[in-house]
T-cell receptor, first 111, second 113 residues
Framework: QKEVEQDPGPLSVPEGAIVSLNCTYS??????FMWYRQYSRKGPELLMY????GNKEDGRFTAQVDKSSKYISLFIRDSQPSDSATYLC???????????FGTGTRLTIIP | EAGVTQSPTHLIKTRGQQATLRCSPI?????VYWYQQALGLGLQFLLW???????NRGNFPPRFSGRQFPNYSSELNVNALELEDSALYLC????????????FGQGTRLTVV
């Protein structure tokens, strides 16, 4: 079993829709949770990170962590064609600076 | 401010050869991380360097090695290349030992034929 599971998609939604991207994990020691966006032929770009359970909002993006269920989500409101990319979740334990990534979800926003 | 830069962008090698990939971190960043992104496998952690020392390595054979120079730039060496080593190799840097805000370079696409 992989430590981090992520639905690979692909996921296609119309412009303006709310997008929900999810990851589950098995290692209860994970403390930091990140979301990266990766455009084709580019390196991953950090969108946001959260520590422990709860919500964090940044513009159109909201990250949610539920440690009791070992489940994290990224919501994108008012989705734009420019949001079309692969979204990667990543996790780490403080003191072990190794990021463990999901395999990524390919998202397409249809104009 | 320049981001993380990697060279070369593309590299084609023959099975059994050695490959050397280079990474320059963001100015002021002392930690450098290397990841392999193979098709369908996601990003796999390779190596972490901080202040010139190897701090951690992932589940890769010893033919994957590297080093960090006094100016914090880094080099990844892959010896005895195998076809399965074909992947995008990504370097990231962060301020000290705080990987919650690691910034990635564009990657080096290594193709082994």
């Amino acid at each position: 079993q992989k430590e981090v599971e992520q639905d690979p998609g692909p996921l296609s939604v119309p412009e303006g829709a709310i997008v929900s991207l999810n990851c589950t994990y098995s290692n209860s020691a994970f403390q930091y949770f990140m979301w990266y966006r990766q455009y084709s032929r580019k390196g991953p770009e950090l969108l946001m990170y959260t520590y422990s359970s709860g919500n964090k909002e940044d513009g159109r993006f909201t990250a949610q962590v539920d440690k009791s269920s070992k489940y994290i989500s990224l919501f994108i409101r008012d989705s734009q064609p420019s949001d079309s990319a692969t979204y990667l979740c990543a996790m780490m334990t403080f003191g072990n600076e190794k990021l463990t990534f999901g395999t990524g979800t390919r998202l397409t926003i249809i104009p | 401010e320049a981001g993380v830069t990697q060279s070369p962008t593309h590299l084609i090698k023959t099975r059994g050869q050695q490959a050397t990939l280079r990474c320059s971190p963001i100015s002021g960043h002392t930690s450098v991380y290397w990841y392999q992104q193979a098709l369908g496998l996601g990003l796999q952690f390779l190596l972490w360097y901080d202040e010139g020392e190897e701090r951690n390595r992932g589940n890769f054979p010893p033919r994957f090695s590297g080093r960090q120079f006094p100016n914090y730039s880094s080099e990844l060496n892959v010896n005895a290349l195998e076809l399965e080593d074909s992947a995008l190799y990504l370097c990231a840097s962060s301020l000290g030992q705080v990987n919650t805000e690691a910034f990635f370079g564009q990657g080096t696409r290594l193709t082994v034929v």
